[in-house]
């Protein structure tokens, strides 16, 4: 089995060599190849990238991507992937030794159509001690951070949820992607951000409709890097509207017309804001201030989603084009440009 590792990127040169470093580090029985889609057109990232796969003897290939969005990053890469496995990669992350290993493995059993791993951070500094009260927890004793993509289930293989495996450390059966069409948009820069969809979550929801087989697999774990200003209010707010944005085209796309996804209304967030001081208070465990802070995040976080889907109801409402571009058949090659969103 060959397994082609594709990390899409833009602008950030440094963190894709760290994660080809980790990725010749970590060791390997199986075919492995890694391509590097590049949305930035970067020839300094090139000329990095043909440094790093000679040194550690690993067949890496650059591959530019003009057409801006992440969707663009990583279907390029999967159409000069050679392998059956095609494992997607962010480009600020490390994987942990055996992690390609893991992956072919999870990948023996034929019914497998879908595998991630634990992602664990790797802060620059000590973290915020409100950033605790960001995690949920799972009905198996695991955990999850939605909005800095963190997640660990256990040190048991299990199979999971498709939506449980997520865009960072992503490997799909490459006939299951094909078949499926894809991953919906994600990944704009801020000013083209109307265009963003649901990413690897399009393509999980189809997972799970056709009830194919997903697996946890705790050895492919990789190191997410959170720098100092992911660990900040500013920046998880920005993350809540963009997640409400997501939720916006998911509403929209399920229904064929502009929608507004469940419990958004004014009602529903009076009902969010009291579940989460009952909640904060509980969580606190005696601690009435942190639980008051606590509680206060999480209700800021909901304001932040509340004004990405309104953001993008608005954006809907206002330019016909771009209900178009929400409710495309895939987006295997699909170009904002067409849809008067830049270049």
Request: charged share 25%.
């Amino acid at each position: 089995m060959q397994l082609s590792v594709i990390i899409p990127t833009l602008a950030r040169c440094e963190a894709v060599v760290g994660a080809l470093q980790s990725i010749a580090r970590a060791g390997s029985a199986c075919e492995i190849e890694v391509i590097v889609a590049d949305n930035g057109v970067d020839r300094t990232l090139a000329c990095r990238v043909e440094a790093e796969a000679a040194a550690a003897r690993l067949p890496v290939r650059y591959v530019a991507v003009p057409a801006i969005g992440l969707h663009n990053g990583r279907h390029a890469g999967a159409r000069a992937a050679g392998g059956e496995v095609l494992a997607f990669l962010d480009d600020d992350v490390v994987v942990a030794p055996g992690w390609p290993q893991a992956i072919a493995d999870a990948f023996r059993d034929p019914a497998v159509a879908l595998v991630g791993g634990p992602s664990v951070p790797a802060f620059d500094g000590p973290p915020p001690t409100w950033m605790e009260g960001l995690w949920q927890r799972t009905p198996e004793a695991g955990r999850y951070c939605g909005l800095l993509s963190l997640i660990e289930l256990g040190s048991e293989v299990r199979e999971v949820d498709p939506r449980m495996v997520w865009g960072l450390n992503f490997a799909i059966r490459r006939a299951v992607l094909e078949e499926l069409r894809g991953f919906h948009p994600d990944g704009f820069p801020w000013q083209l951000r109307r265009f963003r969809g649901d990413g690897e979550v399009g393509l999980t929801e189809k997972v799970r409709e056709r009830r194919l087989r997903s697996l946890y697999e705790p050895r492919a774990m990789v190191r997410h890097s959170i720098p100092t200003d992911r660990a900040t209010v500013e920046y998880l707010l920005r993350r809540s509207t963009l997640q409400g944005i997501s939720d916006s085209y998911a509403a929209t796309r399920a229904c064929g017309r502009v929608a507004l996804p469940d419990r958004c209304g004014l009602g529903e967030l009076m009902a969010d804001g009291l579940r989460e001081a009952l909640w904060g208070m509980r969580s606190a465990g005696g601690d009435a201030m942190r639980g008051a802070r606590t509680a206060v995040l999480r209700w800021r976080l909901r304001l932040a989603w509340r004004r990405g889907v309104a953001y993008h109801s608005l954006a809907l409402a206002r330019e016909p084009r771009l209900l178009d571009w929400v409710l495309r058949p895939d987006y295997w090659e699909a170009a904002i440009a067409d849809y008067g969103g830049g270049p």
